[in-house]
């Protein structure tokens, strides 16, 4: 199976701009997780997408936005790109409960996205 | 006092000997908890997951979950350079979806 994939890789935005982050998760997983990770702040939740909707929240300003699409593929959106927001993005999905007992809420990370932002 | 707290690191054990990692969480309604391991510039791999009170072993990995103590732990034996990497634990929040918190990692040296 092929695993959790991001696009793109790397990237590089001045502050003001605005970007978009893909992510594709395991084929027949329908949870998507976005995380952001930093030096100092370390791993930190977004947002989770399970069957096109929000279904969790991290404690992240508005212009982090997301959403998800029928065939379980996301996208993150940044907007009004702060010095801050230089980060690797890491996205994660998992199977839905009950599909396995021993894959209960297990998530898979993809590779992540590098953003600087100048 | 940080939702998810793991022993400060860096850690350094001897090629062969047991790594042990720790964890404490202050949710206790979290029943899901984790390991991941993350080399320099890779993303997080999951290693472990736990959900039941005691032991759970996979090859040289045992992790170990007290609800009471609010506390999860991982031990590696024959610890193996191939092991040197940041640890991280972490405890979903949510039963029925994702709300993942990690701790901030504790960073392994095994030393050939």
């Known amino acids: 199976k092929a695993g959790v994939t991001q696009t793109p890789r790397y990237l590089i935005k001045t502050r003001g701009q605005q970007v978009t982050l893909s992510c594709s998760p395991i084929s027949g997983h329908r949870s998507v997780s976005w995380y952001q990770q930093t030096p100092g702040q370390g791993l930190q939740f977004l947002f989770e997408y399970f069957s096109e909707t929000q279904r969790n929240k991290g404690n992240f300003p508005g212009r982090f936005s997301g959403r998800q699409f029928s065939n379980s593929r996301s996208e993150m959106n940044v907007s009004t790109l702060e010095l801050g927001d230089s980060a690797l993005y890491l996205c994660?999905?998992?199977?839905?409960?009950?599909?396995?007992?021993?894959?209960?809420?297990?998530?898979?990370f993809g590779p992540g996205t590098r953003l600087t932002v100048l | 006092q940080k939702e998810v707290e793991q022993n400060s690191g860096p850690l350094s054990v001897p090629e062969g000997a047991i790594a042990s990692l720790n964890c404490t969480y202050s949710d206790r309604v979290s029943q899901s908890f984790f390991w991941y391991r993350q080399y320099s510039g890779k993303s997080p791999e999951l290693i472990m997951s736990?959900?039941?009170?005691g032991d759970k072993e996979d090859g040289r990995f045992t992790a170990q979950l007290n609800k009471a103590s609010q506390y999860v732990s991982l031990l590696i034996r024959d610890s193996q350079p191939s092991d040197s990497a940041t640890y991280l634990c972490?405890?979903?929040?949510?039963?029925?979806?994702?709300?993942?918190?990690f701790g901030p990692g504790t960073r392994l040296s095994v030393l050939p």
């Open positions: 994660a999905s998992s199977s839905i409960p009950g599909t396995s007992s021993n894959s209960y809420n297990e998530q898979f």
């Open positions: 736990i959900y039941s009170n």
């Open positions: 972490a405890v979903n929040r949510d039963n029925y979806g994702q709300n993942f918190v």
